[in-house]
């Protein structure tokens, strides 16, 4: 079975600190997603990562970062955050081999910022 | 232009009627993956099917059955017997491959089914 952890589940942070959201993936999936996910807009894509060290801007980058420095690790940065990125996180993976296109999902990490 | 329009926001059915979830999509491209998804009170996205663009087979899954009409441009998506467990919001999503890394989600139908 494909596994996709995400390292909190739940996280309360405070305007202006810097945020570490960590994403592993144990079944040696190339590409891995960062979303954030809010009621009536649904899922947006932050950045995702083509392989190790590569990364591409999603739909809403501003305000965050990203680093892949292993394959089975995907890490979304928050340098400084702001109460607009309360939010639920979402990391999911995917194998391009053999035409795969399915992503897997981790269980999500719901950040409260105060 | 790609697109994924879910038109039923909420549905409330009573345990063990049959319910189904529409997906319309839109895209240019004649190779294409469509998905569902189901994410529970947890959080987490369970995946629950793919189909490409060229198998246009329905597919049953115990009490989930897939119906993917290609000259309608829709995959809908039914749950048989529906039971308090299925409650969730389901997402379909549309995966083309001019965009091989970006899925297109739909705004998801949140299935409450009431015992």
């Known amino acids: 079975d494909v596994k996709v952890t995400q390292s909190s589940r739940y996280l309360v942070k405070r305007t202006g600190e810097k945020v570490f959201l960590e994403c592993v993936q144990d079944m040696d999936h190339e590409n891995m997603f960062w979303y954030r996910q809010d009621p009536g807009l649904g899922l947006r894509l932050i950045y995702f990562s083509y392989d190790v060290k590569m990364k591409e801007k999603g739909d809403i980058p501003e305000g965050y970062s990203v680093s892949r420095e292993k394959k089975e690790r995907f890490s979304l940065i928050l340098e400084s955050a702001s109460t607009n990125q309360t939010s639920m996180y979402l990391c999911?993976?995917?194998?391009?081999?053999?035409?795969?296109?399915?992503?897997?999902f981790g269980p999500g990490t719901r950040l409260l910022v105060l | 232009a790609q697109k994924v329009t879910q038109a039923q926001t909420e549905i409330s059915v009573v345990e063990k009627e049959d319910v189904t979830l529409d997906c319309v999509y839109e895209t240019r491209d004649t190779t294409y993956y469509l998905f569902w998804y189901k994410q529970p009170p947890s959080g987490e996205l369970v995946f629950l099917i793919r189909r490409n663009s060229f198998d246009e087979q329905n597919e049953i899954s115990g009490r989930y059955s897939w119906n993917f009409q290609k000259s309608t441009s829709s995959f809908n998506f039914t749950i048989t017997a529906s039971q308090v467990v299925d409650s969730a919001v389901y997402f379909c999503?549309?995966?083309?491959?001019?965009?091989?890394?970006?899925?297109?989600f739909g705004t998801g139908t949140r299935l409450k089914v009431l015992a």
């Open positions: 999911a993976s995917r194998s391009t081999k053999g035409g795969g296109e399915t992503q897997y």
């Open positions: 999503a549309l995966s083309a491959t001019s965009g091989t890394y970006k899925y297109i």
